[in-house]
């Protein structure tokens, strides 16, 4: 059973940085994409960023150029590095797979397997 454990949320001024991180257990983490996904009070839940399991990276229009996904294999363990952080940013962060290798329709996608999330608050 593969589950996954968000981590690395908090308060943070306009601007500031973040680091999530996606740790993985039940599997090896070499062989599929993980997505992030984050969800604001009142929102709909939104696809952030996804890799896949040849490091090619997609992204929301939204957080282009300020988040980075990266992944450790062999920690298991995928991150999402935040930078330039502003309100709208505020939101339940998830990790979430399917065990498919690829980011194709990620976001659209029904993935199997979740987080329990992590909150970032973005707060002067």
């Known amino acids: 059973q593969v589950q996954l454990v968000e981590s690395g949320g908090g308060l943070v001024q306009p601007g500031g940085s973040l680091r999530l991180s996606c740790a993985v257990s039940?599997?090896?983490?070499?062989?599929?994409?993980i997505g992030w996904f984050r969800q604001a009070p009142g929102k709909e839940r939104e696809a952030v960023s996804c890799?896949?399991?040849?490091?090619?990276?997609n992204y929301a229009n939204s957080v282009q150029s300020r988040f980075t996904i990266s992944r450790d294999n062999a920690k298991k363990t995928v991150y999402l590095q935040m930078n330039s952080l502003n309100p709208d940013d505020t939101a339940v962060y998830y990790c979430?797979?399917?065990?498919?290798?690829?980011?194709?329709?990620?976001?659209?996608?029904?993935?199997?397997?979740w987080g329990q999330g992590t909150q970032v608050t973005v707060s002067s």
């Open positions: 890799i896949n399991r040849w490091m090619s990276t």
């Open positions: 039940g599997s090896t983490l070499d062989n599929y994409a």
């Open positions: 979430a797979t399917d065990l498919q290798p690829t980011c194709a329709g990620w976001s659209h996608r029904s993935l199997d397997y």
